[in-house]
């Protein structure tokens, strides 16, 4: 029989496109062709932070990732992320099923977007810009 007061924690979930005051892992580098350049093994949030410059917005430059912050997020629904799931959804209907590979980058075991949506949002997430506004 189990008991719920010794079943272990959740993990915290990770939130793969965060506004750099929330940040707590470098995730990935934005290329030229607007895709990302994921970073692993994980780097913290810091050495991209330190990179930026102030011309333009940290976020147009790199991925960040930091703790999913649930209600407090415009995109939470109630029960999951809806942003995830819309980019999982949209991109999808563009480019059909996920490849079998997926990309490598630091933060899976704990990924929002991926334990809600699976394959199909590593799929959409390389080529997700962070909008910060
Ligand atoms: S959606 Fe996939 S690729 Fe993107 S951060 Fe989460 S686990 Fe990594």
């Known amino acids: 029989m189990t008991d719920a007061a010794h079943q272990p924690a959740p ?25 990302v350049a994921y970073v692993t093994p994980a780097l913290p949030a810091e050495v991209a932070l330190a990179q930026a410059g102030a011309d333009t917005p940290v976020e147009s430059r790199y991925r960040l ?39 490598r980058c630091a933060i899976r075991r704990t990924c929002r977007w991926y334990a809600e949506q699976g394959r199909a949002a590593c799929a959409a997430c390389s080529h997700v810009v962070t909008d910060a506004r």
Do not use: Y
Not at 14 to 28: D, E, I, R
Not at 85 to 99: I, T
């Open 65 to 103: 990732a930091g703790p999913c912050v649930t209600a407090k997020c415009g995109f939470w629904t109630g029960a999951h992320c809806g942003l995830g799931e819309r980019m999982a959804a949209s991109f999808q209907e563009v480019a059909g099923p996920a490849e079998d590979d997926l990309p």
């Open 11 to 35: 993990p915290e979930r990770m939130c793969p496109s965060t506004p750099a005051a929330n940040a707590t892992v470098f995730l990935g580098m934005i290329t030229p062709a607007g895709r």
